[in-house]
């Protein structure tokens, strides 16, 4: 019984529309809890399998080159991973010295891999002790809003998870749907209608590309 409890625990994560699970935990800027991120602020939370290795130092630089843009969106990144304070500050100042980008986020160190058991991030056939490259979507009411996982040796695509996060929060403000690959500027989908009314309405509606009442499109003013 013990056994299978450690076995349920490891596999078990967050699904979308769950609440995130919260956790206090040390980080490269102090102790963090996440329920007491801003209560307006989205939250991109992410994992790597360790530090000084070559995928992951791309991916983190990836992120904090491109940090401006997720500020712009308001949102906060938070990176993971099962390697020690020390390790972190260690790496985080070496890729800075070799590089000259900086980390400029809170990093969690999870030796005791508790916050990587609580989201999934350990998956026994890929790794037992490194996280797989997990990433959360969370919005500010703490909510699980999308999910992402890579193995460890392919890495993740910025440019995806940026237009994803864009997407999500468009999708929230306009009560609209996202068509396959739109990107910002693109036409969005109109909820269809649910009623003969609605339909009615709908066939006698302006301003709207209609393929057909279940389906249509329109611009997005902003």
Avoid at 77 to 99: F, Q
Avoid at 126 to 153: G, Q, S
């Amino acid at each position: 019984m013990e056994n299978q409890e450690v076995q349920q625990e490891v596999y078990s994560m967050p699904r979308i529309g769950d609440q995130a699970p919260d956790f206090t935990a040390t980080t490269t800027k102090g102790q963090v809890t996440l329920s007491d991120f801003a209560k307006d602020k989205w939250i991109v939370f992410f994992s790597h399998p360790a530090d000084f290795t070559p995928v992951c130092t791309t991916e983190m630089s990836g992120f904090a080159q491109r940090k401006k843009e997720f500020d712009d969106l308001n949102t906060e990144l938070l990176g993971l991973s099962i390697d020690s304070i020390h390790a972190h500050l260690g790496w985080v100042s070496n890729v800075k010295e070799k590089t000259g980008v900086y980390f400029d986020f809170p990093i969690i160190a999870d030796l005791d891999m508790s916050v990587s058991k609580k989201y999934g991030m350990l998956q026994p056939n890929e790794a037992e002790t490194a996280a797989v490259r997990a990433v959360f979507f969370i919005d500010p009411k703490k909510k699980i809003r999308l999910v992402m996982y890579y193995p460890l040796n392919v890495g993740r695509n910025m440019d995806e998870i940026l237009r994803a996060l864009k997407a999500l929060q468009v999708s929230d403000q306009h009560k609209v749907a996202l068509p396959l690959d739109w990107k910002p500027g693109d036409q969005v989908i109109v909820p269809p209608p649910k009623t003969l009314e609605e339909m009615d309405k709908r066939n006698k509606e302006t301003g709207i590309d209609r393929i057909d009442f279940y389906l249509s499109k329109k611009d997005l003013k902003v």
